[in-house]
């Protein structure tokens, strides 16, 4: 079989529209607020656990 040189069937040969500027970037801020939620949530574990393991 051969292929074809042109764009395939059902494509369009120009690109799609990227997804506007400020959609990108408030994925982007709500990415980088989950990641730091995430980072103090387990550092705080992380220093509250060696003290529960103290005797009183």
């Known amino acids: ?5 042109g764009a395939r069937p059902g494509f369009a040969e120009t690109s799609a ?3 506007c500027s400020r959609l990108t ?3 982007a ?3 980088a607020i989950a ?5 103090t949530v387990t550092l705080a ?3 509250v656990s060696p003290l529960t393991l ?3």
Not at 35 to 39: D, G, M, Q, T
């Open 1 to 5: 079989m051969m292929r074809s040189r």
């Open 17 to 19: 529209p990227v997804a």
């Open 45 to 47: 574990m992380l220093a």
């Open 29 to 31: 801020a709500s990415l």
């Open 25 to 27: 970037h408030a994925v």
């Open 35 to 39: 990641l730091s939620v995430c980072l």
């Open 54 to 56: 103290l005797p009183a």
